[in-house]
């Protein structure tokens, strides 16, 4: 057994949170045949993330009945917006007396990826709800014999976001555009996989959202095209993640909200050296 190495994967998941660490260890010692790898941490995750318990239902309690706290969140995590700490204000209180939020750095961020993975469920199922939906694709469509095909997901998700968006406003777009392809992606990888946001990189600007799926790992960044030169820097910033993982793989799917922008999608792979992206652009 690697102690360190599970107790980094099990704590990038839990933030240290009691109930959430103990859940784990007694998932891979009792139901998952005491799998005591990354692996395993990541399958109890998956399977924890599918039960009901107490805390989720708190969050989506507090989400359903308490519209500053709801705002709150829905800026943070999907808007990637920050805010300081303030002990007046009565959402952000709220969220710490729950041990959802936490204070960091004197900003406010959820206090844990499951927590976060949790509040994106809640927020993509509203979206189907309210009548936004892009989930026109089946699992089978892009999964073969196990295996996920990232590729054809993201391409097949740029046509249809074009065939139902093409025509809706841009400034609504620009602030949804990256729950809505958390919102088609999940239901794909829904029994057998997970997403979570790499919160360093969440801005308005870029997103990296990192899917596990099986045994295997995939890196998408979300962006919005500002040029050319931003483009190719957003590979250079690829190129560092992808370095950080031990990837040599990555997946790149950009917004482009201009006026002159192209009529219809467009993907290709691209190579920089050793690395290797699916580049495609949603219009």
Known sequence: MDIEAISNEIRTYTNGYPY????????IDEELDKD??????????????????????????????DKNFYNLLYDIVVNG???AYSAVNPAIDWGIMFGILKKQNRQIAVDNQIFEITIYNYFSTE????GIDIARVLPSEVISKGKFDMALAVKKFAQHYHELYSKRDDSFLERECR??????????INGKGFFHIESETRNLKR??????FGSEQFIVELKVWHGEQKHEQAYKQLIEYLNSKNKNEGYLLTFDFRKKR?????AKWVRKGKKKFYDCLAV
């Open 20 to 27: 959430l660490v103990s859940r784990i260890c007694q998932k």
């Open 36 to 65: 005591w790898t990354v692996s395993g941490v990541q399958r109890a995750v998956n399977e924890i993330l599918h039960e009901k318990n107490f805390l989720f239902d708190d969050i989506s309690q507090n989400l359903q009945h």
């Open 81 to 83: 917006n920050s805010y």
């Open 127 to 130: 979206k189907k709800i309210d």
């Open 179 to 188: 729950l809505l392809f958390l919102t088609y992606i999940k239901p794909l």
């Open 207 to 212: 997103l990296d959202v990192i899917i596990d």
């Open 262 to 266: 192209a009529k219809k999608p467009s």
